[in-house]
């Protein structure tokens, strides 16, 4: 017996039916009428259907869902898996492509951090063989933009619906701030730049991950990053790094986000954000 499989964007049959889901969805409940007399030929079309297929959504735990999402990612295809966590096959197969996003913007061109993001780029490919991602603010004729492109980088370009609310509350006490908190409050780009990772989760992008790595450009990847080494259970929200011990403040210069809950949460994060009207500092809660 064959099981019924989730065929995205697939051809509808008239005895098909359509469930809900964020994509277009067919449910295809007749492939056992195909020609075939065995269960290994039965999961031959199967396999083949679901490789061809424009989207697919499988189960990590299925050997035969793992394989199919690790070779569609390796060719760059949409693939996702509706139950959570890790994929176990990563542990014998590590052909899992880690999501990794960071941000570059023009104002700080040309200063020691071009120098920083070149060799984390360079270490994320290279050692930690990520999929990086550049949440990107600025020229495309820059050189760094053409850098990024020459290594295989995908550029989002992005401007988040709240930076005129950012620019306004980031004034409030912009002087004070400067002085005794952080240079970033100096200037609106610096605020974006570090704001901007709050919109990750709700970008297209990444809309096929269960989990995408954020860090700093400051950073150097001495491994290969494989998300079944994280451990269980993962994060049901976030988890982040720590400055010099285990304790509040975190660093939001290293996070790994469970996408699907802060997607569910993106707004509602956002509206608190800017109803504190604090001029962007935030108290241990």
């Not at 290994?40 to 697919?56: N, P, T, W």
């Not at 199919?68 to 994929?87: K, P, S, V």
């Not at 004729?141 to 005129?164: C, N, R």
Request: with cysteine.
């Amino acid at each position: 017996m064959v099981l019924p499989r989730l065929l995205l964007n697939g051809r509808q049959r008239t005895d098909a039916r359509r469930i809900p889901f964020r994509y277009p969805v067919v449910l295809q409940h007749d492939i056992r009428e195909l020609p075939v007399s065995t269960r290994e030929e039965a999961a031959l079309v199967d396999y083949y259907l679901s490789l061809g297929c424009q989207q697919f959504v499988g189960n990590s735990v299925s050997v035969f869902s793992a394989l199919l999402i690790m070779e569609r990612w390796h060719a760059g295809r949409f693939a996702t898996y509706y139950n959570g966590g890790n994929i176990p096959l990563e542990a014998f197969m590590p052909l899992y492509q880690m999501p990794w996003v960071f941000t570059y913007n023009d104002w700080s061109a040309g200063t020691e951090y071009d120098y920083m993001v070149k060799a984390a780029v360079t270490s994320g490919i290279e050692v930690a063989r990520m999929k990086p991602y550049c949440m990107y603010s600025g020229s495309t004729s820059a050189e760094m933009y053409q850098w990024f492109l020459s290594k295989g980088v995908t550029i989002i370009q992005h401007t988040p619906a709240w930076k005129d609310a950012l620019a306004q509350e980031g004034a409030r006490n912009r002087e004070f701030n400067i002085k005794t908190r952080s240079h970033l409050y100096k200037s609106d780009g610096a605020l974006v730049g570090t704001y901007q990772r709050i919109d990750i989760p709700i970008l297209r992008q990444f809309d096929q991950y269960n989990y995408a790595l954020f860090t700093d450009c400051d950073v150097f990847f001495r491994q290969q990053m494989k998300l079944i080494d994280w451990g269980t259970p993962l994060p049901s929200a976030l988890g982040m790094g720590y400055e010099m011990d285990d304790n509040f403040p975190y660093n939001a210069g290293i996070m790994l986000m469970n996408m699907g809950y802060m997607r569910k949460t993106n707004q509602a994060f956002i509206d608190w954000i800017f109803a504190q009207k604090n001029g962007l500092y935030y108290e241990e809660l």
